[in-house]
């Protein structure tokens, strides 16, 4: 087949989660895929937005805002970069997903792969139930659901404080988000994307 088409559809305040997507985007360059790089729009009005916002959103510029009439149509593998907000994901993916009854109704992802990777402050910041509770909203749409299995050994180390789980890809940004990913969870980031695009190949072979 061609190169399977892997829509990374990502919401990022501050920076770690697109840190997080672009090592996922690697691991599907390697895998032999095709990432496409999206952003859920903004919620929070622009006078709101403080300097570290700011100069975040200046680097993404480059990258179009997602569109949910359109942007699930013709791929062959969706992964999310969700933060947490209190155990769940933002309002700004929400936001995308709730327009998206459309394609649910057509069954657009019905057999794709899908797979999620997150960020919270802390240690035990909500990044499991993030990404269980996204993927409950992936199997309304019929999506194949795929995690990070433990032969990603990172996710088990001992040497650092760690995101990572058999769930997906996480970081954790500290309190204030002074931490950027690590170079251990940036490799399961890559992992995630790699994994997930050899899959995309098979169930479309």
């Known amino acids: 087949m061609d190169k399977p088409k892997i829509l990374i559809l990502f919401y990022s305040m501050y920076g770690h989660i697109f840190a997080m997507t672009k090592a996922v985007a690697q691991g599907v360059k390697e895998a032999g895929g095709e990432p496409i790089l999206k952003q859920a729009a903004e919620l929070i009005p622009e006078n709101k937005w403080d300097e570290n916002i700011k100069k975040v ?11 949910p009439n359109n942007d699930l149509k013709g791929i062959d593998g969706l992964i999310l970069g969700v933060p947490t907000r209190y ?19 057509k069954g657009t992802l019905i057999g794709k792969p899908a797979a999620v990777f997150t960020g919270t402050s802390t240690q ?36 650092e404080i760690t995101g990572g789980s058999p769930y997906g890809a996480s970081t954790i940004t500290g309190g204030m988000g002074e931490r950027m990913p690590s170079e251990n969870e940036l490799k399961m980031a890559k992992g995630l994307g790699r994994h997930l695009t050899e899959i995309a190949k098979k169930l479309s072979s």
Request: proline share 3%; glycine share 10%; net charge negative.
């Open 57 to 67: 959103k200046e680097t993404m510029k480059d990258i179009p805002i997602a569109d």
């Open 87 to 105: 155990g769940n994901m933002t309002a700004q993916m929400r936001n995308f997903w709730d327009q998206t009854g459309a394609d649910w109704l």
């Open 124 to 159: 035990h910041g909500g990044q499991e139930t993030t990404i269980i509770s996204t993927m409950t909203m992936l199997l309304h749409h019929g999506c194949v659901l795929i995690g990070l299995p433990y032969s990603f050994k990172e996710q088990m180390t001992m040497d």
